[in-house]
């Protein structure tokens, strides 16, 4: 089993910045592409911005400029960086990893609970 725990969402004002954290834990052999997805009320979930074991990173062209992903191989955590915040930010952010568990090598893909980000007008 393969944990993802988030925190850090919250309720800013437009313009506003968070930063969400989230930290993998269980039986981790290694972890390739650790991302943030995003589901608004009455959408599909959503690409946020993904990054590689290596560091490469691939962002939703809504989120360019603004956000920023980064990871923490050692302690097995990827950070979203959010700055000037819109509205349209407003969603429930997830964190997903993929990669292998052990002690049997055997690949994994897991999901965060979700936390509530909400930027106000």
């Known amino acids: 089993q393969v944990q993802l725990v988030e925190s850090g969402g919250g309720l800013v004002q437009a313009g506003g910045s968070l930063r969400l954290s989230c930290a993998a834990s269980?039986?981790?052999?290694?972890?390739?592409?650790m991302g943030w997805y995003r589901q608004a009320p009455g959408k599909q979930r959503e690409l946020v911005a993904v990054?590689?074991?290596?560091?490469?990173?691939n962002y939703a062209d809504s989120v360019k400029g603004r956000f920023t992903i980064s990871r923490d191989n050692v302690n097995n955590t990827v950070y979203l960086q959010m700055n000037s915040l819109k509205p349209e930010d407003t969603a429930v952010y997830y964190c997903?990893?993929?990669?292998?568990?052990?002690?049997?090598?055997?690949?994994?893909?897991?999901w965060g609970q979700g936390t509530q980000v909400t930027v106000s007008s």
């Open positions: 269980g039986s981790i052999f290694s972890i390739n592409a």
């Open positions: 990054i590689s074991s290596g560091g490469s990173t």
């Open positions: 997903n990893a993929q990669g292998y568990r052990r002690p049997v090598v055997t690949r994994f893909d897991s």
